[in-house]
Structures are given as structure tokens and as C-alpha cells.
């Protein structure tokens, strides 16, 4: 079955750097783009950033432009997102996400607060 398991959050001073982890199985990872998304309390859900299934092409949401940064490592069926320069509005918990077949697969989920 396909399994998604993040890992990477904790907390972390604002202007700070983290970086998520998602291993993926269950599935042939390297013919599927995968998201990140975040929902932060009282929010709701926002696709944070996308990568096509070979890494070709990323694309992000406004709020995270050139400070995130998604990538893949299709040999180790994982897919990874950077965050630099981190702001207090970045708290959220953070989870990564799979669409087969018209199916939406999603993980746990990892927590990112951003806190002095």
C-alpha cells in the first residue's frame, strides 16, 4: 500500500533553516509528481510546493518563493523540502502528498513551529 512518512520538523528560530523529508513506497515514486502542502491551525490546507515526477519542473506558492525549495531523489523515493529564511507565518504542519489515479495519498505529517 502506499505509505508516505515525513520527517524533518522541529522548532526553529525565526530566519532559520529546516529541511523535510518524505519517503515514499508503495508505488512506482519516480512516474508521480509530489506536493508539500501546510495547514496551519484555523487555516486552511495550502499547496506549499510541486515537482514533476523526473524534477524538471517546481513550482511554488507565493508566500514560499525563493526561500523553499523542493526536490527528489527518485533512487531513494524521496522527495525533500528546504526552507530558508523561515518566518513565525511558516508555523504549520507540513505534509506531503501524492495524487495516483485521481487519488490523493498523504502523510502524517511533520511540525514546523517558527519561534524565538
Known amino acids: 500500500q502506499v505509505q508516505l512518512v515525513e520527517s524533518g520538523g522541529g522548532l526553529v528560530q525565526p530566519a532559520g533553516s529546516l529541511r523535510l523529508s518524505c519517503a515514499a513506497s508503495?508505488?512506482?515514486?519516480?512516474?508521480?509528481?509530489m506536493s508539500w502542502y501546510r495547514q496551519a491551525p484555523g487555516k486552511e490546507r495550502e499547496l506549499v510546493a510541486t515537482?514533476?515526477?523526473?524534477?524538471?519542473?517546481?513550482t511554488y506558492a507565493d508566500s514560499v518563493k525563493e526561500r523553499f525549495t523542493i526536490s527528489r531523489d527518485n533512487a531513494k523515493n524521496t522527495v525533500y523540502l528546504q526552507m530558508n529564511s523561515l518566518k513565525s507565518e511558516d508555523t504549520a504542519e507540513y505534509h506531503c502528498?501524492?495524487?495516483?489515479?485521481?487519488?490523493?495519498?498523504w502523510g502524517q505529517g511533520t511540525q514546523v513551529t517558527v519561534s524565538s
Open positions: 515537482i514533476t515526477s523526473a524534477g524538471g519542473t517546481t
Open positions: 502528498n501524492a495524487r495516483i489515479l485521481r487519488i490523493s495519498y
Open positions: 508503495g508505488f512506482t515514486f519516480s512516474r508521480y509528481a
